[in-house]
């Protein structure tokens, strides 16, 4: 049987490449520097970064390079070298977590390049070296306010949305919720803020990301449970300039009840909107 040439063999690859990226729209595609040591690494770096029909990487073992293929109208470099981060694979832009990297197998625990400093942004911290500022002079709980602020406002008026079951609103709040999340500074959060914002910010994105894709309220509302989960334990270590409200309605989720968050303590339930209106209670006050 004879070989395949080798011209035949590298058309074939070419025409793999062209056909995956023909999935993503608007696509843009992007080098950077990966750090990690082997197959399993590879593996873990694709699939963290990967989105289906929106972002794609390609790892290469030997040189550390990695190429970044996405759309550009609803993601960007940034976002995927976060999620890469989150899954213990240092960039040149973002660094893990440390316990992450420290979880991961002994083959995959590569040179950290990088070194991370004994100081409030070395505690698990993903440091960006776009935004190293100094706002040691702001006062504490001014600055933390402001870390989370716009991914908490952007949650109260998806919440809003959702109250008035118009669709096209909620998925519009949820497209800028998603951008507020990909904005975050994680340098700038507390180490309590941080650790809870590492365990949850892939699925704020998912979540945010799903209500954004749909004008369907009911299945912006299945998104939005979730979505309020994860936002509870995240406002839950942060400081708040006023109270915010927990609520739960026992109808939502099939029956099993389903919370969500709220600046007035009187309800307004985003999951019936004016069928059930005022159907729940207030379960917590968070000051």
């Known amino acids: 049987m004879k070989s395949i040439p080798k011209i035949l063999i590298t058309i074939f690859i070419l025409l793999s490449v062209v056909a995956c990226k023909a999935q993503i729209k608007n696509a843009l595609s992007e080098t950077v520097k990966i750090y990690g040591n082997c197959e ?3 593996a873990t770096i694709e699939k963290a ?3 289906k029909k929106i972002a794609e990487v390609d790892w290469n073992e030997e040189t550390k390079m990695a190429t970044l293929t996405f759309d550009s109208k609803k993601t960007n470099r940034d976002e995927i070298l976060k999620r890469i981060a989150l899954a213990g694979y240092d960039s040149d832009s973002y660094l893990a977590p440390l316990d992450t990297y420290s979880q991961l197998p002994s083959c995959c625990q590569y040179e950290r390049k990088v070194k991370l400093t004994e100081n409030k942004e070395s505690v698990g911290a993903t440091v ?9 002079d702001m006062p504490a709980q001014k600055q933390e306010i402001q870390t989370l602020k716009a991914v ?3 949650y109260f008026a998806l919440k809003d949305a959702l109250i008035k079951t118009d669709g096209g609103l909620a998925s519009n709040k949820a497209g800028e919720l998603l951008s507020a999340i ?3 500074k994680m340098e700038k959060l507390t180490a309590e803020e941080h650790t809870v914002w590492m365990k949850v910010v892939k699925d704020l994105g998912l979540d945010a990301e799903h209500i954004a894709d749909t004008k369907d309220p009911s299945h912006q ?9 994860n936002m509870y334990q995240l406002i839950k270590v942060s400081k708040q300039a006023s109270p915010v409200y927990y609520q739960f309605c026992p109808m939502a989720n099939d029956g099993k009840g389903a919370n969500w968050l709220s600046k007035e303590n009187s ?3 985003p999951y ?4 059930m209106l005022t159907c729940g209670s207030t379960i917590e006050t968070i000051k």
Do not use: Q
């Not at 509302?221 to 989960?229: A, G, N, W």
């Not at 019936?272 to 069928?275: I, K, Q, R, V």
């Open 40 to 42: 399993m690494c590879e």
């Open 49 to 51: 970064g990967n989105v």
């Open 128 to 136: 960006s070296k776009t935004d190293m500022h100094d706002h040691s």
């Open 152 to 154: 908490f406002d952007n």
């Open 182 to 184: 990909s904005a975050v």
């Open 221 to 229: 509302r299945e998104h939005f449970i979730p979505l309020s989960k």
């Open 267 to 269: 309800v307004k339930n």
């Open 272 to 275: 019936y909107g004016s069928m």
